[in-house]
């Protein structure tokens, strides 16, 4: 483990083989799109947006399961199940969160609401 203090996550999205996270409770995880968006398969307790957001581009597990949470790891250990869930992963985040896609839904809106 390695406190870095406030940094740029680039970087170390590169030297990651997956991202683990086990909240209890989540609205929309940056974390995880951002992980998705890098490709990384991610592994996630399925709380708030979380099951909306991994939706067949990674592992959900059950909140307060480590047990589940080591067996979604382990499952990971295989290659091809990496590269599906990261390529699944990537074309998802970019597909739903893609800044052009984002800024035409907030026009939408504010358009409606004016």
């Not at 581009?57 to 990971?76: F, H």
Request: charged share 25%; net charge negative; hydrophobic share 45%.
């Amino acid at each position: 483990v390695e406190f870095t203090g406030e940094t740029d996550p680039e970087p170390w999205y590169r030297t990651l083989d997956t991202v683990v996270l086990t909240s209890i409770s989540e609205a929309q995880p940056l974390a995880l799109l951002e992980a998705m968006a890098h490709g990384l398969p991610v592994v996630a307790t399925a709380v708030g947006g979380c099951p909306e957001l991994v939706r067949g581009a990674g592992l959900l597990t059950a909140p307060r399961d480590p047990q589940a949470t080591a067996r979604a790891l382990l499952a990971l250990g295989d290659p091809e199940l990496r590269r599906r869930l990261g390529a699944a992963g990537r074309e998802r985040a970019l597909a739903l969160h893609a800044p052009a896609r984002l800024l035409a839904a907030y026009r939408e809106l504010y358009e409606r609401a004016a």
